[in-house]
């Protein structure tokens, strides 16, 4: 983990427009929100490295209730598409769902059907599909 956050923190992007950080009490309100407990992998993505802009991706973030990438309006917008309700989104690419399982398991979901397609965490995804993009 600590090796894919330095990686990350590398690859970040200056932005004009800095994405903020989420506190613990910030990922509490959403998960009331959504319903859905954040897996521990996916919390730590959140509180650590949400803030990060590299390449193509745009993982979701928690800070900002106003961006597009904010967790729960895209947790929605994925269900309203057909994600299963027990997953939790964390990136979306062009109507595609990168999700997390409860366990913490990455998988894909895309045309109305999950993939074949898993990574066992949300720092194998950032290294082989968000760095590689």
Excluded: Q
Excluded at 97 to 120: F, H, K, L, N, Q
């Amino acid at each position: 983990m600590d090796d894919v956050l330095d990686l990350l923190r590398e690859h970040n992007e200056p932005v004009p427009v800095p994405l903020d950080l989420p506190d613990e009490d910030k990922l509490v309100e959403i998960e009331e929100e959504i319903l859905l407990p954040i897996p521990r992998d996916v919390r730590t993505f959140l509180l650590e490295a949400s803030d990060v802009v590299y390449g193509s991706l745009e993982p979701v973030t928690a800070a900002d209730p106003n961006s597009h990438t904010y967790l729960p309006e895209v947790t929605a917008t994925a269900w309203a598409m057909g994600v299963p309700r027990h997953l939790l989104p964390i990136c979306e690419v062009n109507g595609s769902y990168y999700c997390a399982e409860p366990d913490g398991e990455i998988v894909y979901w895309r045309d109305d059907d999950m993939t074949d397609e898993s990574w066992p965490s949300i720092w194998h995804w950032i290294r082989d599909v968000w760095l590689e993009s």
